[in-house]
């Protein structure tokens, strides 16, 4: 489902307020899944399992789960809860963003690639350049 009515926090361009790209997120409160449509051009494997991240994510853990670029294309793993939530555990989604980060992370640095060349333009011979001299 891409109905950004259920994502407040996320504008139409699928931008938050601070300008970061949202990918893809879960929300908990109201069983939504959001996928930013910019992407739609990921093969359709990688979406599915982007959308079994958030999901599985938010059915465990609880709250918000967003996976988020930053304007220099990093990825990042971002939850959040309602203030009144007494089910949502924050030590339990530390560990899970931190397991998340090492089971996937094949997954997330292709996808930081993809944003940068995609949609920040960059060029694959610079980012060639870049990890073979160990910058990232």
Excluded: W
């Amino acid at each position: 489902m891409s109905d950004n009515n259920q994502f407040k926090d996320i504008k139409d361009n699928g931008e938050l307020s601070d300008g970061r790209v949202v990918l893809c997120g879960a929300n908990a409160y109201e069983q939504k899944y959001y996928f930013n449509k910019k992407f739609s051009k990921l093969p359709e494997s990688i979406q599915k399992e982007l959308h079994i991240i958030c999901v599985l994510f938010t059915e465990e853990v609880g709250g918000l789960f967003y996976i988020v670029f930053d304007e220099e294309g990093g990825v990042s793993l971002e939850t959040n809860a309602d203030s009144d939530d007494i089910y949502y555990d924050d030590i339990s989604s530390g560990l899970l963003i931190g397991e998340i980060r090492r089971n996937r992370a094949e997954l997330l640095e292709s996808l930081s690639i993809y944003y940068r060349m995609a949609i920040l333009g960059e060029k694959p011979e610079d980012l060639l350049s870049e990890f073979e001299s160990g910058e990232e």
